[in-house]
């Protein structure tokens, strides 16, 4: 079993920064595919950003590229989202999820096995 926690969410102004991480245990994360999810008040989940085992292969939705940077301490057994010039829109609940077994990047969330309980970022105007 893979635990996943969550941090770093809260409140901030349109065009500053924050930084989520997720804190897993139980496996590393080192052979895992690390995926960040959110998901706004009436919408699907979205994948938003995704990093793989394989050094250096990452995922971005095309609404957050260039803004958000998804990272990995495999020391730390920890995945960080870094999330700067933030909009109104990304105003969500953010959640770590990880998938084992495979080196393809997967970006719908029903390939994802394990998953952190989020943290919500709220972005005012």
């Known amino acids: 079993q893979v635990q996943l926690v969550e941090s770093g969410g809260g409140l901030v102004q349109a065009g500053g920064s924050l930084r989520l991480s997720c804190a897993a245990s139980?496996?590393?994360?080192?052979?895992?595919?690390m995926g960040w999810f959110r998901q706004a008040p009436g919408k699907e989940r979205e994948c938003v950003a995704a990093i793989s085992w394989v050094a250096r292969n990452t995922y971005y939705a095309d609404s957050v590229k260039d803004r958000f940077t998804i990272s990995r301490d495999n020391a730390k057994n920890t995945v960080y989202l870094q999330m700067n010039r933030l909009k109104p829109e990304d105003t969500a609940v953010y959640s770590c999820?990880?998938?084992?077994?495979?080196?393809?990047?997967?970006?719908?969330?029903?390939?994802?096995?394990?998953w952190g309980k989020g943290t919500l970022v709220t972005v005012s105007s």
């Open positions: 999820a990880a998938v084992y077994g495979t080196s393809r990047i997967p970006t719908n969330d029903g390939a994802y096995s394990y």
């Open positions: 139980g496996r590393t994360i080192s052979t895992g595919i």
